[in-house]
């Protein structure tokens, strides 16, 4: 496991080769052990392929056209545009895409109170120890993985596509890596670290 930790990279760029429908199930039953909060488990898994990640895929283009037009939900993050223009191509790529749902929050435009508030923190939190053990568990098979939030720039029209009850979290790239990158940059240790005696 902490090899996993230690060997995980983002990756962008797939090869063709399937990812079997067991391979699948083990990662998502990996990240179903995931703890959560209250063991609430706010989680839905939707996995896409095929004909349906052809259409998500529209979805999310026209998401990003209105988001370069007009009525930009994300204003202030105009520059990372091009990106997830890039990321879209990556999804392209990728023979599965999982869709992480919080199935206890009905959007992410709704207001909350603060006690829900905190509730939905806690849930978001528990899903994403579940899509750490997704890409973890990815990682052990020698399958690439990428965790995209570039989905909330179509985030309207791919709830739509989507039709769920729930807060659309995050997207999650699968596929054999046709890549091999180096560890990303970390920060210093002791500059994120400080002990308090
Ligand atoms: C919450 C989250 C959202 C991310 N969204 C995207 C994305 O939309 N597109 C993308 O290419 N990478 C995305 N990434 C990957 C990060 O860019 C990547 O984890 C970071 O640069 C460190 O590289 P590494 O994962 O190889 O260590 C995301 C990562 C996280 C944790």
């Not at 790529?93 to 109170?113: C, D, R, T």
């Not at 990428?146 to 009850?165: G, M, P």
């Amino acid at each position: 496991m902490i090899e996993a930790i230690y060997n995980r990279r983002s990756i962008r760029k797939y090869l063709d080769t399937p990812i079997s429908k067991d391979d699948i199930i083990d990662i998502i039953n990996s990240a179903m052990k995931a703890p959560s909060s209250k063991n609430r488990q706010p989680w839905k898994y939707i996995v896409i392929q095929g004909n349906a990640k052809t259409e998500m895929i529209k979805a999310f283009e026209k998401g990003m056209l209105r988001e370069e037009t007009k009525e930009a939900l994300l204003p202030m993050s105009k520059k990372h545009i091009p990106a997830a223009k890039y990321t879209i191509e990556i999804l392209k790529q990728a023979p599965v895409v999982i869709f992480v749902v919080n199935s206890l929050q009905k959007g992410m435009l709704e207001n909350l109170e603060p006690e829900e508030r905190v509730y939905n923190i806690c849930n978001i939190q528990s899903i994403s120890a579940s899509v750490q053990n997704m890409l973890l568990s990815a990682t052990e098979k020698g399958i690439g993985s990428l965790w995209v939030c570039d989905i909330f720039f179509a985030y309207k029209e791919l709830c739509d596509w989507l039709n769920e009850d729930g807060e659309l979290i995050c997207a999650v790239a699968l596929g054999y890596p046709d890549e091999d990158p180096k560890e990303r940059p970390r920060k210093k240790f002791d500059d994120v670290v400080e002990w308090r005696n």
